[in-house]
T-cell receptor, first 118, second 113 residues
Framework: DAGVIQSPRHEVTEMGQEVTLRCKPISGHDYLFWYRQTMMRGLELLIYFNNNVPIDDSGMPEDRFSAKMPNASFSTLKIQPSEPRDSAVYFC????????????????FGPGTRLTVL | AQSVTQLGSHVSVSEGALVLLRCNYSSSVPPYLFWYVQYPNQGLQLLLKYTSAATLVKGINGFEAEFKKSETSFHLTKPSAHMSDAAEYFCAVSDAGFQKLVFGTGTRLLVSP
């Protein structure tokens, strides 16, 4: 399996611009997570989906942030408008509840997108 | 609410020395516990996990961790550090049946020759 795929790997943009980060989870996984990592705040869960439905978006910092999962193989995290304080590494992760219903909650992480807002 | 506390944001060891990274958890129900490793400019990779089976869990790269309910701890150890172990290590906790993980603040392991 190719693992979780994220694009772009690096994004540099100017304040006020729209930014879209993309994620392709591992095929067959039914949970998808978006995290943000900064030196100051560490690793923060922004939102997660189950079977393409958002379950918990309490970590989304502001209305400028939105996430969608139109199908099982694709998700986006959008920031509009972007601000310098949004600069961070954004990770996508996916996981799977086994067929027997047992879940060990292991999440598989993508390589991340390093966002710099100037 | 669940939480994990990682003691020490930085740990320095010499190559060949014992590695001990500390993690204490708080959970109102039997937890699942995880250790992840992050190498520079990479995503997180699972080292090992505890899911209510054996209390001593062995992971990749020679790491292991022991679940101690009485101490609410899940410390990560490795008998002999290698230069390639230099990375950031995250402890995480979740409730059985819930997919959401709560991560600690991370411990950066530095290995000197």
């Amino acid at each position: 399996d190719a693992g979780v795929i994220q694009s772009p790997r690096h994004e540099v943009t100017e304040m006020g611009q729209e930014v879209t980060l993309r994620c392709k989870p591992i095929s067959g996984h039914d949970y998808l997570f978006w995290y943000r990592q900064t030196m100051m705040r560490g690793l923060e869960l922004l939102i997660y989906f189950n079977n393409n439905v958002p379950i918990d978006d309490s970590g989304m910092p502001e209305d400028r942030f939105s996430a969608k999962m139109p199908n099982a193989s694709f998700s986006t995290l959008k920031i509009q408008p972007s601000e310098p304080r949004d600069s961070a590494v954004y990770f996508c992760a996916s996981s799977l509840v086994t067929l027997q219903g047992a879940s060990y909650n292991e999440q598989f992480f993508g390589p991340g997108t390093r966002l710099t807002v100037l | 609410a669940q939480s994990v506390t990682q003691l020490g944001s930085h740990v320095s060891v010499s190559e060949g020395a014992l590695v001990l990274l500390r993690c204490n958890y708080s959970s109102s129900v039997p937890p699942y516990l995880f250790w992840y490793v992050q190498y520079p400019n990479q995503g997180l990779q699972l080292l090992l996990k505890y899911t209510s089976a054996a209390t001593l869990v062995k992971g990749i790269n020679g790491f292991e961790a022991e679940f101690k309910k009485s101490e609410t701890s899940f410390h990560l150890t490795k008998p002999s550090a290698h230069m390639s172990d230099a990375a950031e290590y995250f402890c995480a906790v979740s409730d059985a049946g819930f997919q959401k993980l709560v991560f600690g603040t991370g411990t950066r392991l530095l290995v000197s020759p």
